[in-house]
């Protein structure tokens, strides 16, 4: 199967940054979208970022400007630069990557979440 494995979250005060990394692992043929979604608590779990393959970046508005997401393909990676942090950015945040696996079958894999708190 396919494995994604998040790492770079924490704690940062306003205005600080971030940078979250999302690495694709397993029986992978090719990727043609990878994402950054977060979920706060009490609210639904919302896109942030997606990157998909011979596109340009899609951004939430709230992210627009402050967040950029970039993939590297030799390493079936993703990444999310988050500058300019808000309290408001506080949540959870997966990663999202729609795999074409060796046997030619796509699915949707999510990693486990990685918790970002913006608090001074």
């Known amino acids: 199967q396919v494995q994604l494995v998040e790492s770079g979250g924490g704690l940062v005060q306003p205005g600080g940054s971030l940078r979250l990394s999302c690495a694709a692992s397993?029986?992978?043929?090719?990727?043609?979208?990878m994402g950054w979604y977060r979920q706060a608590p009490g609210k639904q779990r919302e896109l942030v970022a997606a990157?998909?393959?011979?596109?340009?970046?899609n951004y939430a508005d709230s992210v627009k400007g402050r967040f950029t997401i970039s993939r590297d393909n030799t390493k079936n990676a993703v990444y999310l630069q988050m500058n300019s942090l808000k309290p408001e950015d506080t949540a959870v945040y997966y990663c999202?990557?729609?795999?074409?696996?060796?046997?030619?079958?796509?699915?949707?894999?999510w990693g486990q979440g990685t918790q970002v708190t913006v608090s001074s």
């Open positions: 999202n990557a729609y795999v074409v696996t060796t046997a030619r079958s796509t699915y949707n894999f």
């Open positions: 990157i998909s393959t011979g596109a340009s970046p």
């Open positions: 397993g029986s992978i043929f090719s990727i043609n979208h």
